[in-house]
C-alpha cells in the first residue's frame, strides 16, 4: 500500500491558521474513522495530537483540530506558534488491521 | 509512562537482530503494542502489532516473513525478532502503544537505529 498523500511543506505567519490535507482511499481514510495525527520535532519520536478523526488527547492545545470529508482528512492549527515547526503525520487504519501513514508535512512559522 | 527500546545495532544484509522494548507506568495488558520504523531522512512506517492478549499478530506487507513480534507480559516487555535484513530495513524503530480497540499511538519509545550495511 502506498502512503497517505500530504502536501510537503506548508507555511504561515505566527497567529495564522495553516491546515495540513491527508489524502486516501475508500479503503483507508474514507472507510473508517480511525484517522489519527503526530508532531515530530527534529530528532525526536512523534507525539498524538489527534485521534478518532477529531479527538484530542489531553494536555494537546485546542488549536489543533482534526476533521475528515470523504477521503480527505485535515489537520488545523489555529494561531500558528514557533514551537509548533515540525513535521505532521496523519495514520489511518486500512482494514485487516494494518496502519498507514502519510508522507509527512513539514510546517514552518514565517 | 515510559517505553525503553534497545538491542539496535549494525547487521549485515541477510543477518538478524533482536529488538527489545520494556514498558513503565501503564496497564500493559491493556494495550496492543506496535513497531514503526523511519528510515534515515523519510516519513513514518507501520511494521507489526501484537494484540493486548498476545493472540493476535499483525505485520505489514513489507516485512511479513522476516519480523516477528511478541511479547512477555511478565516482564511487560516486547520484542521483534529481524531477520533475513535488507538495506531498505535500515531505520529508526520505535515501539508505540495504542489502547486495546484503538487505532492510534498514544505512547511513544526515543527509538532505536537499526543500519543494515556490509
Known amino acids: 500500500q502506498s502512503a497517505l498523500t500530504q502536501p510537503r511543506s506548508v507555511s504561515g505567519s505566527p497567529g495564522q491558521s495553516v491546515t495540513i490535507s491527508c489524502t486516501g482511499t475508500?479503503?483507508?481514510?474514507?472507510?473508517?474513522?480511525?484517522v489519527s495525527w503526530y508532531q515530530q520535532h527534529p530528532g525526536k519520536a512523534p507525539k498524538l495530537l489527534i485521534y478518532?478523526?477529531?479527538k484530542r488527547p489531553s494536555g494537546v492545545p485546542d488549536r489543533f483540530s482534526g476533521s475528515k470529508s470523504g477521503n480527505t482528512a485535515s489537520l488545523t492549527i489555529s494561531g500558528l506558534q514557533a514551537e509548533d515547526e515540525a513535521d505532521y503525520y496523519c495514520c489511518s487504519y486500512a482494514g485487516i488491521y494494518s496502519l498507514l501513514f502519510g508522507s509527512g508535512t513539514k510546517v514552518t512559522a514565517l | 509512562v515510559q517505553l525503553v527500546e534497545s538491542g539496535g545495532g549494525v547487521v549485515q544484509p541477510g543477518g538478524s537482530l533482536r529488538l527489545s522494548c520494556a514498558a513503565s507506568?501503564?496497564?500493559?495488558?491493556?494495550?496492543?503494542i506496535h513497531w514503526v520504523r523511519q528510515a534515515p531522512g523519510k516519513g513514518l512506517e507501520w511494521a507489526a502489532c501484537v494484540r493486548f492478549d498476545g493472540h493476535n499478530r499483525y505485520y505489514a506487507d513489507s516485512v511479513k516473513g522476516r519480523l516477528s513480534i511478541s511479547r512477555d507480559d511478565s516482564k511487560n516487555m516486547v520484542f521483534l525478532q529481524m531477520s533475513r535484513l535488507r538495506g531498505d530495513d535500515t531505520a529508526v524503530y520505535y515501539c508505540?502503544?495504542?489502547?486495546?480497540?484503538?487505532?492510534?499511538?498514544?505512547?511513544w519509545g526515543q527509538g532505536t537505529l537499526v543500519a543494515v550495511s556490509s
Open positions: 508505540a502503544a495504542s489502547p486495546s480497540g484503538y487505532r492510534d499511538f498514544d505512547f
Open positions: 475508500s479503503s483507508d481514510v474514507g472507510g473508517y474513522d480511525y
Open positions: 478518532d478523526v477529531t
Open positions: 507506568g501503564f496497564t500493559f495488558t491493556s494495550y496492543d
